[in-house]
């Protein structure tokens, strides 16, 4: 396994729309700083692997996902594949000692969950868990914001993300697919950072569109695709996530934080974030906050791993957030199924950041960089 300070090999498993775009371009970047090699993409259809490798230039491509985490050539194993699959690929990379990002959810059932929790704290590798919504510029000035009291105590909070829905990739309609698993979790990722544990979870859910065109062929929607979820963070603080393979467009901001003496709310989206916008009752007007960095990508897991290994930290996302975060979901399905409202058991400590501005000065920011 690579040491801190050294160039990292990375292995890809899974090669699809995320490998081949965002994860591949910030590879690119990263590669070409020598930070990391990619030396190894494995995908289960031989045709997508052999083209990625040759795409990308990565020398060695195979279908066998275990040939890549028994390397001693890998460092760090980057789970991409449809969800159903992350919680066994990453708990066997764990288990063989490698350094793991896996993408969102980091399992589809808690018990799978568990043991990677598990297995984290045991490994010497670092396990990153998807989404990395805590380690945007924006999300971290509104952590100050909330947590240095500027708009005073926070009880009420709305967040929303949904879109169309893919045409590729039937699994994200079946059973472990979803828009909540696939969307909803930035939400439910951003929510809990700020405000910690969720204590209970209601939800109303359904399926909006049965039968969809994916791949070229007409299926059946297996799962639900339309979610309002309610979440309960003690002391009379609650809040609401509206997600959906049901949305077309929308225009207003991703996040809503609804404080005593104030309101602080994200632009774009949380993993995507376009600055955000401050009322103070003490200033009686909105001030709106540039980004500072445009082009933070969403993929960002990857670079705070290789961070990670080379300082010899842990990472900022821990395991038991991304455990939590599943616990959430999983019930908020269960809920949207019965209308039962449920209690959630897990908890985690929230990350936690200097609360001293740091920020850019606005004006100054002109060519943003990495
Ligand atoms: N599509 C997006 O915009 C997006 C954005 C953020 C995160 N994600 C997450 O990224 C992951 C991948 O999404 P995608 O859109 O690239 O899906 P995709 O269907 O395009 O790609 C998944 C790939 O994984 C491969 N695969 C499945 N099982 C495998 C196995 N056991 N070993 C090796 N390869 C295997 C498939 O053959 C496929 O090529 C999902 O977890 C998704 O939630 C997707």
Redesign the pocket.
């Known amino acids: 396994m690579s040491r801190p300070g050294n160039v990292v090999n990375v292995g890809f ?7 081949n775009g965002p994860y591949m371009s910030l590879a690119r970047e990263l590669r070409e700083r020598g930070r990391i090699r990619t030396v190894a993409a ?4 031989p045709e ?1 692997a052999r083209a990625t490798g040759e795409r990308h230039d990565i020398p060695w491509v195979t279908t066998d ?1 275990r040939e890549i985490i028994d390397s001693p050539d890998v460092d760090a194993v980057l789970i ?4 159903p ?2 919680g066994s ?1 990453a708990l066997a990379a764990l288990e063989a000692g490698k350094h793991v990002l896996v ?2 959810p980091m399992a589809v059932t808690l018990d799978e969950a568990a043991k990677l929790v598990q297995v984290a704290k045991e490994s010497p590798g670092h396990l990153v868990c ?1 989404p990395a919504v805590i380690l945007s510029p924006t999300y971290q000035d509104m952590w100050r914001h909330i947590a240095r009291g500027d708009i005073g105590r926070v009880h009420l909070a709305r967040a929303r993300y949904g879109w169309a829905g ?1 045409w ?2 039937k ?1 994200f309609y079946r059973s472990g697919g979803g828009p909540l ?2 969307l909803g979790v930035y939400n439910v990722a951003s929510l809990t950072g700020w405000f910690g544990p969720v204590q209970r979870v209601t939800a109303m859910a359904g399926t909006a569109t049965p039968e969809r065109v994916v791949d070229d062929e007409l299926i059946k929607v297996e799962v639900e695709d339309n979610f309002q979820i309610l979440l309960d963070f003690g002391d009379a603080t609650f809040a609401s996530i509206t997600t959906g393979f049901s949305m077309q467009a929308y225009r207003g901001p991703a996040i809503e934080v609804y404080g005593s003496k104030g309101t602080v709310q994200m632009m774009g989206d949380d993993w995507a974030p376009a600055g955000y916008e401050l009322w103070q009752n003490d200033a009686g007007a909105w001030k709106i906050h540039g980004d500072r960095n445009p082009r933070w990508p ?1 993929t960002d897991g990857l670079r705070h791993l290789i961070d990670c290994i080379d300082n010899d930290v842990a990472p900022l996302i821990t395991p038991e957030h991304a455990y939590h975060c599943l616990e959430v979901m999983i019930k908020a399905i269960d809920a949207g199924r019965d209308g039962q409202t449920r209690t959630v058991e897990s908890t985690f400590t929230p990350p936690a950041f200097d609360l001293g501005d740091d920020r850019q000065d606005a004006h100054l920011v002109h060519a943003p960089e990495r």
Not at 42 to 45: A, I, K, Q, R, T
Not at 80 to 83: A, I, N, P, Y
Request: proline share 7%; net charge negative; charged share 25%.
């Open positions: 498993v899974g090669c699809g729309s995320v490998m494995c995908d289960v259809d997508r996902p991409l594949t449809s969800m699959e992350h690929l993408e969102k998807a893919p590729w990739g699994w698993f696939d969403w």
